[in-house]
């Protein structure tokens, strides 16, 4: 009845309850920072960033390196967490840039290789003759 008048789901009621019967015998402030964060279900470090701070680093990557005032054309994760480090003077790490980034829509692409040497007519010839023979071919039984 509890769990259904507050909006709980009934585990969050259970928690809420064994961390209860946990404060009455330790003490309820020990238990108040868990209790917070099974009520407000806030798990983790919450964001440096607030919403206007991340709308103009969304700004600031759109425009690119380039129009920052860098020689890349190309945003990397420690370039990006010295821009935040700059303009907001916040800290971050720059293998967790990945995760702020997703936050704002951004997704990971990698460069693809191209060797700086290779002719292209060669490729191509290789891959419409060569490569084709060297693949597996079917057999004409079926496996009975």
Do not use: C
């Not at 407000?40 to 690119?64: C, F, H, M, V, Y």
């Not at 003077?89 to 692409?109: A, E, T, W």
């Amino acid at each position: 009845m509890v769990p259904r008048i507050l909006h709980l789901h009934p585990k969050t009621y259970e928690r809420l309850m064994r961390l209860r019967k946990q404060a009455e015998r330790d003490g309820a402030y020990r238990v108040a920072k868990r209790l917070q964060a099974v009520v407000l279900n806030s798990s983790g470090r919450p964001l440096e960033l607030t919403s206007a701070q991340r709308k103009q680093l969304d700004d600031i990557l759109e425009s690119g390196p380039v129009a920052y005032g860098l020689d890349t054309g190309i945003w990397t994760s420690p370039m990006i967490a010295w821009v935040i480090e700059e303009e907001f003077d916040i800290h971050y790490h720059p293998g967790h840039v990945r995760k702020l980034l997703h936050r704002l829509g951004f997704s990971v692409q990698r460069p693809r290789r191209v060797l700086a040497r290779a002719n292209a007519d060669q490729q191509d010839r290789w891959q419409r003759y060569t490569y084709p023979s060297l693949k597996k071919k079917r057999s004409g039984k079926t496996g009975r």
